[in-house]
């Protein structure tokens, strides 16, 4: 049971460049989301899903799309990367139930150059 | 990473001595509390949680605080060890499992 993986650790993007963060859950959870961490703040929602093929904005949506095609992952993806998305990307999952405790990945973090 | 923990406060305390970290939420609508440690180079890793319709929780060597009247929250940590050195965040529930995260407290335990 390796809980929450996300990939890469590290990547080093150009402005204008797109990719795509994995993270994957084998705990069979069916709530997933995103959270960006800068430096001094907490951790703040991009996006997050309820379900596979169910999706909704966090508090920092903007310049981030998702998708849930399947219950174990949920990839965040860059189209056009920016100096403002250097940050600590972190992929978090809890179960069903409503006050769940969400477990989280190790993070990614990404530097937009 | 080893950014989080700028700009954040910071509180240093002695091997042994209890430490108290504390916290306000925003919301008084929240019914769900959790506090969590992140060290450096990892993600946030739960410690305790508590709903709202307790006062107190105890876990082990870990005790969280709840008053609604003041939206406060608090965690005691006993007998603060080295390892227990990190960020601490308190966080609330919003709905759907999603949290409001606070901006969090650095924990500097000397030997």
């Known amino acids: 049971n390796a809980g929450v993986t996300q990939t890469p650790k590290f990547q080093v993007l150009k402005t204008g460049q797109s990719m795509t963060l994995q993270c994957a859950q084998d705990?069979?959870?069916?709530?997933m989301s995103w959270y960006r961490q800068d430096p001094g703040m907490g951790l703040r929602l991009i996006h997050y899903?309820?379900?596979?093929?169910?999706?909704d904005q966090g508090e920092v949506p903007n310049g981030y799309n998702v998708s849930r095609s399947t219950t174990e992952d949920f990839p965040l993806r860059l189209l056009s990367a920016a100096p403002s998305q250097t940050s600590v990307y972190f992929c978090?999952?809890?179960?069903?139930?409503?006050?769940?405790?969400?477990?989280f990945g190790p993070g990614t973090r990404l530097t937009v150059l | 990473g080893e950014s989080v923990g700028l700009h954040l406060p910071t509180l240093s305390v002695q091997e042994g001595d209890n430490s108290i970290i504390n916290c306000a939420y925003s919301n008084s609508a929240s019914d769900y509390f959790i506090w969590y440690k992140q060290e450096s180079g990892k993600g946030p890793q739960f410690i305790i949680d508590i709903r709202s319709n307790m006062d107190k929780r105890q876990g082990q060597r870990v005790t969280v605080l709840l008053n609604k009247t003041v939206k406060h929250l608090s965690l005691q940590i006993a007998a603060t060890q080295p390892g227990d050195s990190a960020v601490y965040f308190c966080a609330e529930n919003i709905g759907y499992s999603t949290l409001t995260f606070g901006k969090g407290t650095m924990l500097l335990v000397s030997p």
């Open positions: 899903s309820v379900g596979a093929g169910i999706t």
């Open positions: 978090a999952s809890s179960s069903r139930r409503f006050t769940d405790t969400q477990y």
């Open positions: 705990m069979n959870h069916e709530y």
